[in-house]
């Protein structure tokens, strides 16, 4: 009797084992209730190796998203998933690709050690407040190297570039050249550090801050004498050059 109650036993966490292996991600997914302003479209797959022909964060697609998640991490307490995402060598498409971990009992905190993202300057501006209007093209490039987040910015160790930068002009795009930062974590929020040289002579220092509730900037800049008379003219909005030549401002 024991005996067949055992071999009951294993019959069922068998089945419950392969029934949450093989589980359809899109029954999982339509299941749940997503964040706002997050939907997911054409879902394959299981939970642990699935795809998402598409998936949208306020307006904006990102295409082709693949997960793979470690069984293993799941006895620990903790989700570990190599996701990717559209087309690296598109400068149209947000892409990314990395590895992200988070806690089961603890969702809201997210740690990476590796992790790479593209995103389209225009659809990046679009999202944005400016004081000037700018219609500007090109590429952000971010490269995490740590990162622990949640619900605030605890370690940040990365790396930012904007990549073939231009400005519309009224002769047409103006080449501003590529623009390296660093970020870091700040007061809760996240630092962004920009140095020179580049073609603006511009250095600044801004802050998102925690809960991405506003953002302070402050720097300087003194436009390449290459640049177009136009830019020079523009840099008048912000005030006048110092002894030194530069333009201090902030936003």
């Known amino acids: 009797m024991k005996s067949k109650f055992l071999w009951t036993l294993l019959a069922i966490f068998a089945f419950l084992f392969f029934l949450v292996l093989y589980m359809p991600a899109k029954h999982l997914l339509q299941s749940q209730s ?15 190796e699935g795809k998402a022909q598409a998936v949208v964060v306020n307006g904006i697609p990102v295409t082709n998203v693949e997960w793979e998640i470690s069984g293993l991490s799941l006895l620990i307490g903790r989700i570990h998933a190599d996701v990717h995402g559209g087309n690296l060598r598109d400068a149209n498409e947000v892409s990314f690709k990395g590895e992200i971990t988070t806690s089961l009992f603890s969702p809201q905190q997210v740690n990476s050690d590796e992790f790479l993202l593209f995103l389209p300057v225009d659809r990046v ?19 995490i ?22 400005v519309a002009g009224t002769q047409g795009p103006i080449d501003f050249g590529n623009y390296s930062a660093t970020l870091r974590c700040e007061n809760r929020g996240i630092g962004i550090t920009v140095k020179e040289p ?24 003194k436009p390449d004498p290459s640049l177009p008379e136009e830019v020079h003219q523009a840099g008048a909005i912000f005030g006048r050059p110092g002894p030194d030549g530069y333009i201090e401002f902030s936003l």
């Open 145 to 166: 190297e740590q990162l622990s987040f949640g619900p605030n910015c605890n370690e940040l160790i990365g790396f930012g570039d904007w990549l073939n930068a231009t």
């Open 34 to 48: 997503l964040p706002k302003g997050v939907n997911l479209y054409g879902i394959s797959g299981t939970v642990w």
């Open 125 to 143: 501006l679009a999202e944005v407040q400016l004081p000037v209007p700018v219609n500007a093209g090109g590429r952000f490039r971010v490269r």
């Open 198 to 221: 580049n073609k603006l002579g511009l250095s600044l220092d801004a802050v998102l801050e925690a809960g991405f509730n506003g953002f302070s900037i402050s720097g300087k800049f």
